[in-house]
């Protein structure tokens, strides 16, 4: 990491820094200022593409970015506790142990899925009737091996608006509306994960290469997705989950 490497063997003019190895023991690392000036640069050029405003930063890899405190904690708390109360009313068959771990799902999307040729749906042809959903046709899919012909889950459509608010469009599938808080907070979770979709998408967009802040050699191959341009749109619509 040097930028001089003659001057690695100088103990005088080397700075000591004391870092956590992964087995616990604390190290003693003797740096040049050069090394120590590297470093610090380094940790500034991490720094320097942090959204301060919406707590979330590049994440271990370009075009990848978190949050670890997305939510505050009165929302967090908040959260659980109505997480810890819509459990209580779950069967106990949503319930399943593999080895020592007790997992339990929240939000099912498979226990009460449209069933082609059962489930009922209003008939566009004739208004106000209803008729069993068709089976959809997959000739002019490029994936049929990915689609069921016999179920598929029921998406909840949110309006994310100019602002960036996430608001449910229709009630998520085995969450009854009484729930209304658990709704306020899934709409709030969407609505801060909004900028982290939008940075996403902005890096991934071709007008935006990825600058490298150190320059040379590299063993990460370049891609170039076809058509780019054409799929990147300002994320101002409908999200489905």
Same mark, same amino acid.
């Given at each position: 990491?040097?930028?001089? @490497?003659?001057?690695?063997?100088?103990?005088?003019?080397?700075?000591?820094?004391?870092?956590?190895?992964?087995?616990?023991?604390?190290?003693?690392?003797?740096?040049?200022?050069?090394?120590?000036?590297?470093?610090?640069?380094?940790?500034?050029?991490?720094?320097?593409?942090?959204?301060?405003?919406?707590?979330?930063?590049?994440?271990?890899?370009?075009?990848?970015?978190?949050?670890?405190?997305?939510?505050?904690?009165?929302?967090?708390?908040?959260?659980?506790?109505?997480?810890?109360?819509?459990?209580?009313?779950?069967?106990?068959?949503?319930?399943?142990?593999?080895?020592?771990?007790? $997992?339990?799902?929240?939000?099912?999307?498979?226990?009460?899925?449209?069933?082609?040729?059962?489930?009922?749906?209003?008939?566009?042809?004739?208004?106000?009737?209803?008729?069993?959903?068709?089976? @959809?046709?997959?000739?002019?899919? $490029?994936?049929?091996?990915?689609?069921?012909?016999?179920?598929?889950?029921?998406?909840?459509?949110?309006?994310?608006?100019?602002?960036? $608010?996430?608001?449910?469009?229709?009630?998520?599938?085995?969450?009854? @509306?009484?729930?209304? $808080? !658990?709704?306020?907070?899934?709409?709030?979770?969407?609505?801060?994960?909004? @900028?982290?979709?939008?940075?996403?998408?902005?890096? !991934?967009?071709?007008?935006?290469?990825?600058?490298?802040?150190?320059?040379?050699?590299?063993?990460?191959?370049?891609?170039?997705?076809?058509?780019?341009?054409?799929?990147?749109?300002? !994320?101002?619509?409908? !999200?489905?989950?």
């Amino acid at each position: 990491m040097s930028r001089n @490497p003659r001057s690695v063997g100088r103990r005088s003019s080397c700075r000591a820094m004391v870092v956590q190895a992964e087995s616990g023991y604390n190290l003693r690392v003797l740096l040049t200022p050069n090394q120590a000036e590297y470093v610090l640069e380094e940790l500034q050029g991490y720094a320097s593409p942090r959204d301060v405003e919406n707590n979330c930063q590049v994440s271990c890899f370009e075009r990848i970015w978190e949050s670890q405190a997305i939510l505050d904690s009165s929302a967090c708390a908040s959260l659980n506790y109505q997480l810890s109360r819509f459990l209580e009313t779950l069967p106990h068959k949503l319930a399943h142990r593999e080895g020592d771990e007790l $997992t339990r799902h929240i939000i099912d999307p498979y226990l009460h899925p449209l069933i082609y040729g059962r489930t009922l749906a209003y008939n566009l042809a004739r208004e106000g009737f209803l008729r069993p959903e068709l089976v @959809p046709d997959t000739t002019d899919s $490029t994936s049929p091996d990915f689609l069921s012909q016999k179920f598929a889950c029921l998406p909840c459509d949110f309006l994310i608006s100019q602002d960036g $608010t996430a608001k449910a469009l229709s009630y998520i599938n085995n969450l009854h @509306p009484c729930y209304s $808080t !658990l709704y306020h907070h899934f709409e709030e979770l969407l609505s801060k994960c909004v @900028p982290m979709f939008e940075h996403v998408l902005t890096d !991934l967009h071709a007008d935006n290469p990825n600058k490298e802040r150190i320059q040379g050699p590299s063993s990460s191959a370049e891609w170039e997705e076809a058509g780019a341009s054409r799929f990147f749109v300002r !994320l101002r619509g409908l !999200l489905c989950v």
